[in-house]
C-alpha cells in the first residue's frame, strides 16, 4: 500500500508537482545518500531496508510497520536539506506539519491519550503495535526536522523504547464504565433504560442528573420566610396564595426548618397556626410538605395500619420503594413516635404469605450491589419457574426470597430471563399462581422494581380515576416523587395515558389545593 503523496518506487522519486521541490543539495547522488536506481532502495548499510513492489511494506493495523532498529539512522550532512522553520513544506495528500506539543494531535510526549476509540487505527503515529514495537535508537536531534533535539509527538523517548500507547496499538484501553468483554449473553441489553413491557435494562438506568421538579430555592431565608408565612396569616383571613408560592418552591431541607424558625421568632408553633387557618386538602398537603422524607413515610405507614381496614398498596409502595438506609430510618421514627416497631404492627394486622412479604420488606437489608451476574441471573429464574408455573401449587417463599433479598438490577435480569425461559412475563405467572393480598402486593413489588416511574404513574392514574380521588395516595407520591423522579413519571403518564399529568390534576382537583399541587408536578408534557 502507498502513501499519498509518495509516488510507486519505479526508478526513485522523481520530481512532481506537490511533492518534494528540487533545491540545491536535495538528493545528491553520493555515498550513503539515496541514488536513484531501477527498482527503488538496495539495501545500504544503514539505510532504508529493501522495499515491497508498491513503496512501503505491507502496514500493520494502525499505522506505521515495525522499523527495525537502525531504521532511520542519523543523517549525514548533505542528506536532507535544511527545512524552512514549520518543518515539511505542504504537500498534495503528505503529511501536515507537526502540531504543537498539547494540542490535539501534538499530544505529551508520552504518546496519546485513549479517546475511547481503542480498537480503530490511529492515522498518526503509532509507537505501540501488535508484533514489534518501535525500537529505534533515537539519535539527538532525531524527530521533525528542522527542529532539533525534539522528539517527535508520540514517539517514546529513549528510557521507554516500548512503551504502548494507551488505547492504540497493543490492546485497546477499555472505555470507561463498558464491560471489558461482550455480555455472556449477547440478546441482553447490557446498558440503556427500558419500558415496562417485559424488556427491562439489566445495569440501572444511566443516571441523566437530577429528575425531580422541586429543587432548592437560591437564597432561601428561615427567618424571611418564617415572615412571609406569619404575615399570610396574620388578621383577618389568610394569603393561601403566599404560602402556596413559598411552599411550592422551597425544597424539602428548606421547609422543614420553617417550623423552627417561625417558632424562633413568634413564640408560636407553626403547623398549629396552619391547622387552624387552612382546611381541607389543602390543609393536608400543607402539613405534609413540612415533614421530613422518613417522618412522612412512617407517618403514612402507621396511617395505613392503624385505619379500619389496611391500605396494603401504601404498606407496598413505601417499602419496596425506598433504599434500605430510607427503611432504617422509617423503622426508627416509628418506633419512636409510636413506642411499637414497625413490625409488631405488621404483625398485628397482617397475615400469612402477605405478612412475611411486609415483614421482609421492613427489614431493609436488600443487597444494594450496582454489579449482574447473569448466571445467577438465571438461576433465580429458573427457582421462580420451579415454584410457580412448573408445579402444583406454588411456592410461595421461594418468590419471597429472591423478590426481597435480590438487588434490583438483578432482579431486572431475572425478570428478562423469565420471560425468555417460559415466554411469559413474571407479572403474568404471579396473576396466576397467586390471588388476593398476596397477588397484589408481590405485583406492586416487580412493578416497582422492573420500572420505577411507570409504577408511581399507574399509583397516580388510579388514584384519580373513575368517581373520587385517592388523595391521601395523590398528595404522598406527589410530594415525596417531586425531588427524585417527578419528570420520569411525567413522561412515562402521558406515553401510559395518552395525557399530562398536570391535565388529569388540573381537571381532578380544585382550588389552592390543585395550585400546590401543580407546583408540584412541575409543568405539563
Same mark, same amino acid.
Given at each position: 500500500?502507498?502513501?499519498?503523496?509518495?509516488?510507486?518506487?519505479?526508478?526513485?522519486?522523481?520530481?512532481?508537482?506537490?511533492?518534494?521541490?528540487?533545491?540545491?543539495?536535495?538528493?545528491?547522488?553520493?555515498?550513503?545518500?539515496?541514488?536513484?536506481?531501477?527498482?527503488?532502495?538496495?539495501? @545500504?548499510?544503514?539505510? /532504508?531496508? #529493501?522495499?515491497?513492489? &508498491? +513503496? =512501503? $511494506?505491507?502496514? %500493520? *493495523?494502525? !499505522?506505521?510497520?515495525?522499523? @527495525?532498529?537502525?531504521? /532511520?539512522? #542519523?543523517?549525514?550532512? &548533505? +542528506? =536532507? $536539506?535544511?527545512? %524552512? *522553520?514549520? !518543518?515539511?513544506?505542504?504537500?498534495?495528500?503528505?503529511?501536515?506539519?507537526?502540531?504543537?506539543? &498539547?494540542?490535539?494531535?501534538?499530544?505529551?510526549?508520552? !504518546?496519546?491519550?485513549?479517546?475511547?476509540?481503542?480498537?480503530?487505527?490511529?492515522?498518526?503515529?503509532?509507537?505501540?503495535?501488535?508484533?514489534?514495537?518501535?525500537?529505534?535508537?533515537?539519535?539527538?536531534?532525531?524527530?521533525?526536522?528542522?527542529?532539533?533535539?525534539?522528539?517527535?509527538?508520540?514517539?517514546?523517548?529513549?528510557?521507554?523504547?516500548?512503551?504502548?500507547?494507551?488505547?492504540?496499538?497493543?490492546?485497546?484501553?477499555?472505555?470507561?464504565?463498558?464491560?471489558?468483554?461482550?455480555?455472556?449473553?449477547?440478546?441482553?441489553?447490557?446498558?440503556?433504560?427500558?419500558?415496562?413491557?417485559?424488556?427491562?435494562?439489566?445495569?440501572?438506568?444511566?443516571?441523566?442528573?437530577?429528575?425531580?421538579?422541586?429543587?432548592?430555592?437560591?437564597?432561601?431565608?428561615?427567618?424571611?420566610?418564617?415572615?412571609?408565612?406569619?404575615?399570610?396569616?396574620?388578621?383577618?383571613?389568610?394569603?393561601?396564595?403566599?404560602?402556596?408560592?413559598?411552599?411550592?418552591?422551597?425544597?424539602?431541607?428548606?421547609?422543614?426548618?420553617?417550623?423552627?424558625?417561625?417558632?424562633?421568632?413568634?413564640?408560636?408553633?407553626?403547623?398549629?397556626?396552619?391547622?387552624?387557618?387552612?382546611?381541607?386538602?389543602?390543609?393536608?398537603?400543607?402539613?405534609?410538605?413540612?415533614?421530613?422524607?422518613?417522618?412522612?413515610?412512617?407517618?403514612?405507614?402507621?396511617?395505613?395500619?392503624?385505619?379500619?381496614?389496611?391500605?396494603?398498596?401504601?404498606?407496598?409502595?413505601?417499602?419496596?420503594?425506598?433504599?434500605?438506609?430510607?427503611?432504617?430510618?422509617?423503622?426508627?421514627?416509628?418506633?419512636?413516635?409510636?413506642?411499637?416497631?414497625?413490625?409488631?404492627?405488621?404483625?398485628?394486622?397482617?397475615?400469612?404469605?402477605?405478612?412475611?412479604?411486609?415483614?421482609?420488606?421492613?427489614?431493609?437489608?436488600?443487597?444494594?450491589?450496582?454489579?449482574?451476574?447473569?448466571?445467577?441471573?438465571?438461576?433465580?429464574?429458573?427457582?421462580?419457574?420451579?415454584?410457580?408455573?412448573?408445579?402444583?401449587?406454588?411456592?410461595?417463599?421461594?418468590?419471597?426470597?429472591?423478590?426481597?433479598?435480590?438487588?434490583?438490577?438483578?432482579?431486572?435480569?431475572?425478570?428478562?430471563?423469565?420471560?425468555?425461559?417460559?415466554?411469559?412475563?413474571?407479572?403474568?405467572?404471579?396473576?396466576?399462581?397467586?390471588?388476593?393480598?398476596?397477588?397484589?402486593?408481590?405485583?406492586?413489588?416487580?412493578?416497582?422494581?422492573?420500572?420505577?416511574?411507570?409504577?408511581?404513574?399507574?399509583?397516580?392514574?388510579?388514584?384519580?380515576?373513575?368517581?373520587?380521588?385517592?388523595?391521601?395516595?395523590?398528595?404522598?407520591?406527589?410530594?415525596?416523587?417531586?425531588?427524585?423522579?417527578?419528570?420520569?413519571?411525567?413522561?412515562?403518564?402521558?406515553?401510559?395515558?395518552?395525557?399530562?399529568?398536570?391535565?388529569?390534576?388540573?381537571?381532578?382537583?380544585?382550588?389552592?389545593?390543585?395550585?400546590?399541587?401543580?407546583?408540584?408536578?412541575?409543568?405539563?408534557?
Amino acid at each position: 500500500m502507498s502513501y499519498p503523496g509518495y509516488p510507486p518506487q519505479a526508478g526513485g522519486y522523481p520530481p512532481q508537482p506537490g511533492a518534494y521541490p528540487s533545491q540545491p543539495g536535495a538528493y545528491p547522488p553520493q555515498p550513503g545518500a539515496y541514488p536513484p536506481q531501477a527498482g527503488g532502495y538496495p539495501p @545500504q548499510a544503514g539505510g /532504508y531496508p #529493501p522495499q515491497q513492489p &508498491g +513503496g =512501503y $511494506p505491507p502496514q %500493520q *493495523p494502525g !499505522g506505521y510497520p515495525p522499523q @527495525q532498529p537502525g531504521g /532511520y539512522p #542519523p543523517q549525514q550532512p &548533505g +542528506g =536532507y $536539506p535544511p527545512q %524552512q *522553520p514549520g !518543518g515539511y513544506p505542504p504537500q498534495a495528500g503528505g503529511y501536515p506539519q507537526a502540531p504543537p506539543q &498539547g494540542s490535539w494531535g501534538g499530544g505529551p510526549a508520552g !504518546g496519546y491519550p485513549s479517546i475511547g476509540l481503542g480498537n480503530l487505527s490511529n492515522p498518526g503515529y503509532n509507537p505501540g503495535m501488535p508484533g514489534g514495537g518501535m525500537q529505534q535508537p533515537q539519535s539527538q536531534g532525531m524527530g521533525y526536522p528542522g527542529q532539533p533535539g525534539q522528539p517527535m509527538p508520540g514517539y517514546p523517548g529513549a528510557p521507554q523504547p516500548n512503551q504502548p500507547m494507551p488505547g492504540y496499538g497493543g490492546a485497546p484501553a477499555p472505555s470507561p464504565g463498558y464491560p471489558k468483554a461482550p455480555s455472556p449473553n449477547p440478546s441482553m441489553p447490557v446498558y440503556g433504560g427500558g419500558g415496562g413491557g417485559g424488556v427491562m435494562p439489566i445495569a440501572p438506568p444511566i443516571k441523566r442528573g437530577f429528575r425531580g421538579t422541586i429543587k432548592d430555592f437560591p437564597g432561601a431565608d428561615p427567618l424571611r420566610d418564617s415572615e412571609v408565612l406569619r404575615k399570610a396569616m396574620k388578621g383577618f383571613g389568610t394569603d393561601e396564595q403566599a404560602i402556596i408560592e413559598l411552599l411550592g418552591s422551597r425544597s424539602n431541607r428548606q421547609r422543614v426548618p420553617l417550623l423552627r424558625s417561625y417558632k424562633t421568632a413568634y413564640g408560636k408553633d407553626l403547623v398549629k397556626d396552619l391547622n387552624s387557618e387552612l382546611s381541607g386538602d389543602f390543609r393536608k398537603l400543607v402539613m405534609i410538605t413540612l415533614k421530613t422524607p422518613a417522618e412522612l413515610d412512617a407517618s403514612e405507614l402507621h396511617s395505613a395500619i392503624k385505619g379500619a381496614g389496611t391500605d396494603e398498596a401504601c404498606l407496598i409502595e413505601i417499602l419496596s420503594s425506598r433504599s434500605n438506609a430510607e427503611i432504617k430510618e422509617i423503622n426508627r421514627i416509628y418506633k419512636q413516635e409510636n413506642k411499637k416497631t414497625l413490625e409488631d404492627s405488621i404483625s398485628g394486622d397482617t397475615s400469612g404469605h402477605f405478612r412475611r412479604l411486609l415483614i421482609s420488606l421492613a427489614q431493609g437489608n436488600r443487597d444494594e450491589r450496582e454489579h449482574v451476574d447473569i448466571s445467577l441471573a438465571k438461576q433465580d429464574a429458573q427457582s421462580l419457574y420451579a415454584a410457580g408455573e412448573n408445579k402444583l401449587g406454588t411456592d410461595e417463599s421461594k418468590f419471597n426470597a429472591i423478590l426481597c433479598a435480590r438487588s434490583k438490577p438483578h432482579l431486572r435480569a431475572v425478570f428478562m430471563e423469565y420471560q425468555k425461559m417460559c415466554g411469559r412475563d413474571i407479572e403474568k405467572s404471579i396473576e396466576r399462581e397467586m390471588s388476593g393480598d398476596l397477588e397484589s402486593g408481590m405485583l406492586a413489588v416487580v412493578k416497582c422494581i422492573k420500572h420505577t416511574p411507570a409504577y408511581f404513574a399507574e399509583r397516580l392514574y388510579k388514584a384519580m380515576k373513575g368517581a373520587g380521588t385517592k388523595d391521601t395516595t395523590l398528595i404522598r407520591i406527589m410530594v415525596t416523587r417531586s425531588e427524585v423522579d417527578m419528570l420520569d413519571i411525567r413522561q412515562e403518564y402521558v406515553k401510559n395515558y395518552g395525557k399530562s399529568l398536570y391535565t388529569h390534576i388540573s381537571g381532578d382537583t380544585s382550588g389552592d389545593y390543585k395550585k400546590l399541587l401543580l407546583k408540584f408536578c412541575g409543568g405539563s408534557d
